[in-house]
């Protein structure tokens, strides 16, 4: 299955919604400091850019194995148990990002019904927190594809190892830097 584009996809939103944010807080600080001009709904564009680059970066994270895990206890088990133990836990993550979807589905539904206006911007309020369930929807793409990973035994943890990494990062600018001194 080619997924390729569902990655570019979600890397692309994320990087135009830091470039967006950055963008609207840099010229926010040019026309204050500079022109002694304030842009009125920048504050509230930015928290919206910003809110949409935290829960669309959940998944991110996950893909990349980017989330912090506790992992003491499983590395004391047994291998088996362990597997079985990471399979369950992405179970209960799973089961954790269906019940926040639906919270955050209800939420969306209920700020569309009242009608609100955003307090800056003149779009209503329900179209910037569709982020929440869009990005626990996504959040749930991503821990079904760990499952189906640990099921079919191509990983064995629910989340990065961070010593391997480190020593593998290690190891790899050891070799570098011997490459750099051979020539």
């Keep these: 299955m080619n997924v390729r584009w569902f990655h570019r996809l979600e890397e692309g939103l994320i990087a135009f919604l830091l470039a967006a944010m950055t963008l609207v807080t840099f010229a926010q600080v ?35 194995n980017a989330h912090i895990g506790v992992d003491a206890l499983i590395k004391i088990l047994p291998k088996k148990t362990a597997h079985v133990v990471g399979i369950i836990a992405c179970l209960l993550c799973l089961a954790y990002t269906v019940i926040v ?28 927190r569709l ?23 191509h990983r064995s943890q629910l989340l990065g190892d961070e010593a391997e990494d480190a020593l593998k ?14 020539k």
């Design 169 to 182: 990062h290690r190891n790899d600018d050891d070799y570098s830097d011997n490459q750099q001194e051979r």
């Design 101 to 128: 979807f639906y919270g955050a589905w209800v939420y969306v539904d209920k700020m569309y019904m009242i009608g609100i206006l955003a307090q800056d911007i003149p779009i209503p309020q329900w179209v910037p």
């Design 30 to 64: 040019i026309a204050r400091y500079i022109f002694n001009y304030s842009f009125v709904w920048a504050l509230e564009l930015s928290i919206f850019l910003f809110a949409g680059l935290i829960f669309l970066g959940l998944a991110y994270g996950v893909r990349v």
């Design 131 to 153: 982020v929440l369930p869009i990005g626990f929807a996504m959040l749930f793409i991503r821990f079904a594809e760990v499952l189906f990973h640990m099921l079919r035994g």
